[in-house]
């Protein structure tokens, strides 16, 4: 494709800000159980310990709730979401993310090996590079190869796997977990020294929002997001989860699924979520299951990004964002090789992921959305993942 065609999606670039907007609560408890909550949100997020890395290194749990009872807990390890506990239709609370109860379970061989980034943050670059490569300024960069011969989600050190700073806090919009890192010139083979800065906000309007900001000294490709698969039921698969993706085309991938530059349309195909289908409907009709770009029908401001219903439990998710993608994936490497929290064994389908991005390889790339920072510029993207239920 060419360029024009991107002219509105590189408009967009990487400065990009918003604001949430109000939604429909995802449920009331009673008005004692909502009086002490109140009074609970009034102060900042709790903070217990999530044990040791093996270099000694220790990890923190904090946990933020809102007046409606939502609870969202978040590590200092990876910047990780472990449990996102919200209601169902029955006012019950559940929890609706992947993720383990201990420290342990993110540093087990088992984990490691599968490499399914539960919940974690994700940078310096989300998704994949090709073959680890990239050139800036004419100069040419090799990555970290941590995917068959491509770069995958920041390397075999990305910033899922480091410790971050965290300040807890509260605004107007509710408690706050505000998570720090500086990523040096040369980590994982990306030029320039980017300080980042995660604000995690739990809100009175049942919405996780995530807002990410990043500086750098040296130009270097960014793309921020959040890894954390989601099962608004109680079932072992989503295959029964309804979605709908407000994009009319999506990035065709090769074999190793790195994008080949074509922007096809979803009309008449599995890919097309323009309307509401269960992930189960069509996904034998793709091969490996659903790991895909779709590109955005509005490619800037805040917008929508997704829509998620669960029948079982009425849960239902909204996403919206300031990015020009959303890769959704389902799970597809998931084997059962994990246990969760609770012993629960995740197996294929157990969870899909929505991560709001710029495109994959997108600095290979260049009729795509440019992912250059460059110095004196401040990267500003949010996305917000807003609870309810449909009774």
């Not at 989300?126 to 680890?132: D, E, S, T, V």
């Not at 012993?343 to 440019?370: I, M, R, W």
Request: glycine share 12%; hydrophobic share 30%; aromatic share 10%.
């Amino acid at each position: 494709m060419t360029f024009p065609v991107f002219r509105s999606l590189m408009l967009a670039g990487l400065a990009l800000s918003a604001c949430s907007s109000p939604s429909t609560p995802a449920g009331q408890p009673d008005a004692a159980a909502a009086s002490a909550t109140s009074d609970s949100v009034a102060m900042k997020p709790t903070a217990s310990p999530f044990g040791r890395l093996p270099d000694g290194t220790s990890a923190q749990l904090y946990t933020l709730r809102n007046a409606h009872g939502l609870q969202a807990t978040i590590s200092t390890y990876g910047g990780t979401v472990t449990s996102l506990l919200v209601p169902d239709k029955a006012g019950q609370l559940g929890d609706v993310v992947l993720g383990f109860d201990s420290l342990a379970g993110y540093q087990s061989p088992e984990y490691r090996k599968s490499g399914p980034y539960f919940g974690a943050l994700i940078g310096r670059y989300g998704n994949r590079i090709a073959k680890g490569r990239f050139t800036l300024n004419g100069q040419e960069y090799k990555l970290a190869t941590n995917n068959g011969p491509n770069h995958l989600h920041g390397g075999l050190k990305g910033f899922d796997k480091v410790v971050w700073q965290a300040e807890p806090g509260t605004s107007a919009q509710g408690q706050t977990l505000t998570l720090r890192y500086q990523s040096k010139d040369g980590e994982e083979g990306y030029p320039g020294t980017l300080q980042v800065t995660v604000v995690y906000t739990l809100t009175p309007d049942d919405a996780l929002q995530i807002d990410y900001a990043a500086t750098t000294d040296k130009a270097t490709p960014v793309n921020l997001t959040n890894h954390s698969y989601f099962n608004l039921g109680a079932g072992p698969d989503v295959l029964g989860h309804q979605v709908t993706l407000p994009a009319d085309r999506y990035t065709v991938v090769d074999a190793g699924l790195i994008p080949t530059g074509e922007l096809r349309p979803v009309q008449g195909t599995p890919f097309d979520f323009t309307t509401p289908h269960a992930i189960g409907e069509r996904i034998a009709q793709v091969p490996g299951g659903y790991d895909h770009n779709w590109v955005l029908n509005q490619p800037s401001g805040l917008h929508e990004a997704a829509a998620v219903y669960e029948p079982t439990t009425g849960r239902t998710l909204q996403v919206r964002t300031t990015e020009p993608g959303i890769q959704f994936y389902t799970g597809n490497f998931l084997d059962g090789s994990l246990k969760g929290k609770g012993g629960k064994v995740y197996g294929k389908h157990a969870g899909f992921c929505l991560e709001t991005q710029h495109f994959p390889d997108s600095p290979n790339q260049y009729a795509f959305p440019s992912t250059i920072l460059q110095p004196g510029q401040t990267l500003h993207s949010t996305t917000i993942y807003t609870f309810g239920v449909r009774r």
